[in-house]
C-alpha cells in the first residue's frame, strides 16, 4: 500500500543532466523524469498517448520532450504542441504530469492529487546539501530490491541491528542505547531520548569518552580528517537520527576526540530514501556528506554505504520472500522492546496510509 | 487474440536441414517442425502422448520422428508406427499434426481448422525466393521479442516512424509521403498512392532525382553495387510495400542513378513476418533478397537489417512493458493523420479476427 | 501434491559441517537445517519470529542458532532463549521445529505430522554408506530442476530409457528385458522379476556371458576395477533396483568377468533421491558407492552420474514445460508395456497420497 500523497525522491541531479530522460517506477507507475532547456523539471506518465511507446527513449526538445517513435512532441504541461506532418495536433494528446522540484541536492516528486503538491512539507529539511563548502559528499543508489520500502524503513531507523549485522562499521554498544530510548529531546549520555511527531520520529544520543567499545567508523572518522592511518583514543560521540514518514532517514553524527573538548567536531550526515517501486521492491536512495576531507574521498563514503546496504540487502530481500505479497504486520510478528519506535513508526505510517485511503 | 486460419512462417529452410527438428511456439502452442528423408515437411505438436517429452528433442527416422525418451514412433501423419519391446501400438498412440508447405524459401504451417489449408491465399506472393540466380541474398530472425505480433505489424509498414527511429538509413524525405498517400495504383512523384484489398495494403511512391534528402541507404545501394565506397549523384527511387494480413510485409525498392535513364535499377526486396508467439511476443523472421553483388555481401544485408530491428525493438517491448496485456486499441489512443493506412491494417485484421471467432 | 508423512533427505552432511546452515525448499516450504555443536541436527522454518528474516542466513551458536538481524537466539527446540537487551523473551517467541536424523549417509527430515515421525521406515535401507571401508563413493546433488518429483521418479526406475538417452553407458540389451518384467524374487537370466510391496517395488536381472550387447557401463567397471582401459570380454552381469516411495531409487549392480567365476565381483550402488522442492520443481541428490578403485575416482564416478543426469534433464523440464501445473496422470497420457512398474509405483504414491488427504 502507498501513500500517494507525498513528496518522493525521483533522481539525482546528475540524471537529467545534459538532457538526461530518466525512467523510473514509482508506487507502481512508469514515470519519466527530465529537465527542460529553461532548467524546469518535467515529470510525466512514461508512455506516449500515441502508441504507448515509453517516452523515457525520446529526446528532450527546449522544454518539451519528443517521443522517439513518431516524433510527436509534447511541452512541460504534457500538452502535444506538435505532431510531424500534420498541422492540427488532436485535442486529447496529452500525457500526464506530475509536479517535480529540485531540493536539497534531489529530485521530488509528487504523483497523488495535485491538489496536494503545493503543500512542501513532506520533503524534509534534513535531505540539503549546504551551499558551505566545507560540507561535501557523494550520491549512491540501488536500483529495485525486492523489498517493501517498509522493511526498508524499519531497517533504515532500527540501529541495533547494526551490532549483529554491521560489527565491523557502526555497531558498538551506542546503537544498544536504542533499546531504552525514553522520551525527551536532550542529548543524554549512554542514553536516548526520542520524540514522536506527526509524521515524523526523531532521536538522539551521546557518549563520552567512547572507546573502543564504540562503533569503529566514529573512530575511522577522525583518522580521516586529520589523516592518520587510525585513531584509537576515546572520542565524544552524539547522533541525532530523524525518520519522516513516508521513507526518509537522516543520521547526522558528530565525533570529537575526548581530551581536545575544543577541537571542531568531525561530522557526517547520512541520508536514506527506501522510495517505493512497486508492492514488493523499492529504490534505495542515499547520500553521505561530510564536514571533513576533500572530494576525493566522496567514492569511499558511497563505496562503504553501498558496502553496508549490501550486508542488509540479503536480510530485506529475503523477509520479502518469505511475506510473499503480506505486509510484515499482517503476519502477526513478535516483537521486542527495541522495535518501540520502529511500531511508532510504522503506526504513523498506518495513520497516514488510512487516511489518505478515507479520503 | 491469434488469427488461427491463416499459413505462419515456422521455419527457414536451413534449420530442417540435415535432420533438424525446430521447436517453436506459434499461437501459444508448442509445436515441431522436420522434414523426413523423403522431403516431406512435417508439423507436429511438440510433446509424444505417451509421456510428454518434446519431440523436438527426438530424431527423424524416414519421413517419422522417433520420440528421444522411449522411442516411440510416430509417421508424418502423427500415427504411432512403433512402440519398442511390443508388437501392438496402442490405438490412441498419435499426435495431432499440422499442415506444412514450403514456398518462397520459407517453411510455414497452417495450425487453424485443417479443412482451410487448401486456400493457399494467405501465403503472400511476395516472399518468393527467385529461381533467377541474380537474385541473392539471406535470412534472419530474432526468438521472442516480448511484443505483440500487431505492434510489430504496425511498426513494418509504418514508415513514418523511419524518420525517427531509423534516420541514418532509409529515414529520408520521402517516408513522410506515406502520410498524405491517396488512393491509386500509380506510382507518383513526391507522393505515395495506397491500395485496400480484403486482406492487404498495398502502397507505392516515387521520388526523381532524390538526393541527400533521401534516406542514405537508396546511395548506399548504387554504391555497393558498382563497388564504390560512396554515392552522392541524386537516384530515381520509387518503393513499393504491401502488407499482407496477418502479418507479412514486403518492401520493394528500386534505385537508379537519375542522371543514367537506361541503367538497370538496382533493387532490393527485404521481408517482415511478424509471427505470433504469446499473446505478448512474436517471433520476427526476415529477409533481404537483391539483384545485385554477391554472397559474400548476405551477412552484411542481415546485418543491417538486424540493426534496424534492434532500433525498433526497445520502443516495441517499451510498448508492450506499458501494455501489460491489453491490446493497444483497447487503450483509446490518440490516433495521427499518418496512422491511417496503419489503422486500415487493423480493421482488415479485426475483420478477419471476429469472423473466425464467429465461426 | 506432496506426500508430507515421510521422511526427505534435505542435505549431505559435509553441508552441514563446520557451522554451515543449508538453506532449501522442500515441499513448498523453505527450511534451515543446522548441526548444533553437541551434534544434535535441528530442522527449522527458515525465518524468525521476529521479523522474518530467514534463520539460515544466521549463526550457529551451541546447539541454537541466532538470527542475523538481531540476534535473538533459538534452541534446538525452536523456542527463544535469548532476545539483546531485555530480560524477559516474549512466550510467542519460537519457529516451527522439524524432525531431522541423519541415517545412511544423509540428513533427513520430516514435515508431516510430528506424531509420525518416530517410524522410520520410509527411510530406506539402501540408502547407506557401509562401515566397511572397502566401499568408496562421493555425493552430488542438482538443486531446483523445474520437474516434478514424480516425473523424476518415473524416470529412474523405467531403465528402458536408457536404451535411447544414455546408450553410451548403462543402455544396453539387459534394460529391455524390464519391459517383459513378470512376479518374482529370483534373478532369471536374460530376464527380470518383480515384486511390489507396499512402499516400494523392487526387480532383478541377470545376463551370463553378456557381450559388448549390452551396457558399455558394466565392461567399464571390470576395467576400472583391474586398472586397464578397456575390458572387452563377456561379463556376468546382475542388477537389483529398489524403489520406495515417496521419492528414493537405488541401483545394485554386480559385474564379474564370465571366465572367472572365482573373482570377487565388481559392485557399485546408485543411489537417487527425487526431493520435491514446489509442485512444478525438484531438487535431485545422488551418490555413487563402489567396493573397488580408491576415492581419487570419485569425482569421476559423481561427474559421470551428473553427465547422466543432465541427458534426462531436458526430458524432465520439457515434460513440466508441456504439463505446466498439470499432473501427468490427468493428461491422460497413452501408456506402453513397459510402462507397467512405473504405473504401480504411481498407484503406490497415489494410494499415500489419498491416505493422507483422506487423515
Not at 553524527?253 to 575544543?262: L, M, N, T, Y
Amino acid at each position: 500500500m502507498f501513500l500517494f500523497n507525498a513528496w518522493y525522491i525521483v533522481a539525482e541531479p546528475d540524471e537529467v543532466a545534459g538532457g538526461g530522460i530518466v525512467a523510473r517506477t514509482l508506487l507502481g507507475r512508469r514515470v519519466a523524469v527530465y529537465r527542460g532547456a529553461s532548467g524546469v523539471l518535467v515529470g510525466l506518465d512514461d508512455f506516449c498517448p500515441h502508441r504507448l511507446a515509453p517516452l523515457s527513449l525520446g529526446t528532450v526538445v527546449g522544454d518539451g520532450i519528443r517521443c522517439a517513435y513518431h516524433g510527436a512532441e509534447f511541452g512541460a504541461d504534457g500538452i502535444c504542441v506538435r505532431v510531424p506532418g500534420q498541422k492540427a495536433v488532436p485535442p486529447r494528446a496529452r500525457v500526464r504530469t506530475y509536479p517535480v522540484v529540485e531540493r536539497h541536492g534531489y529530485i521530488w516528486i509528487w504523483m497523488g492529487d495535485p491538489a496536494g503538491a503545493a503543500d512542501e512539507s513532506s520533503i524534509p529539511e534534513g535531505f540539503w546539501v549546504s551551499g558551505d563548502p566545507a560540507w561535501i559528499g557523494g550520491y549512491g543508489h540501488i536500483e529495485s530490491i525486492r523489498s517493501d520500502y517498509r522493511l526498508i524503513n524499519d531497517n533504515l531507523f532500527d540501529i541495533t541491528h547494526a551490532e549483529f549485522v554491521h560489527p565491523e562499521s557502526f555497531g558498538g554498544v551506542e546503537v544498544q542505547y536504542y533499546r531504552n530510548a525514553r522520551p525527551g529531546a536532550q542529548f543524554v549520555d549512554q542514553g536516548m531520548t526520542f520524540e514522536i511527531g506527526d509524521r515524523s520520529i526523531r532521536f538522539r544520543t551521546h557518549a563520552a569518552r567512547l572507546g573502543l567499545e564504540g562503533g569503529p567508523l566514529w573512530r575511522s572518522m577522525v583518522a580521516q580528517s586529520r589523516g592518520v592511518a587510525e585513531w584509537n583514543e576515546p572520542v565524544d560521540f552524539r547522533m541525532e537520527v530523524i525518520w519522516w514518514a513516508p521513507i526518509y532517514t537522516s543520521f547526522h553524527i558528530s565525533v570529537r576526540p575526548a581530551d581536545e573538548p575544543d577541537a571542531a567536531p568531525v561530522e557526517i550526515y547520512n541520508l536514506h530514501a527506501a522510495v517505493p517501486e512497486s508492492e514488493t521492491s523499492s529504490h534505495y536512495f542515499y547520500r553521505s556528506i561530510r564536514n571533513y576531507g576533500d572530494p576525493s574521498m566522496d567514492a569511499m563514503f558511497i563505496d562503504a554505504a553501498n558496502f553496508v546496504f549490501h550486508q542488509d540487502k540479503p536480510i530485506l530481500e529475503g523477509q520479502q520472500a518469505v511475506l510473499g505479497t503480506r505486509d510484515l504486520l499482517d503476519t502477526d510478528p513478535i516483537s521486542f522492546a527495541g522495535d518501540r519506535l520502529q511500531l511508532e513508526g510504522r503506526r504513523i505510517l498506518g495513520r497516514l496510509l488510512a487516511a489518505e485511503q478515507e479520503a
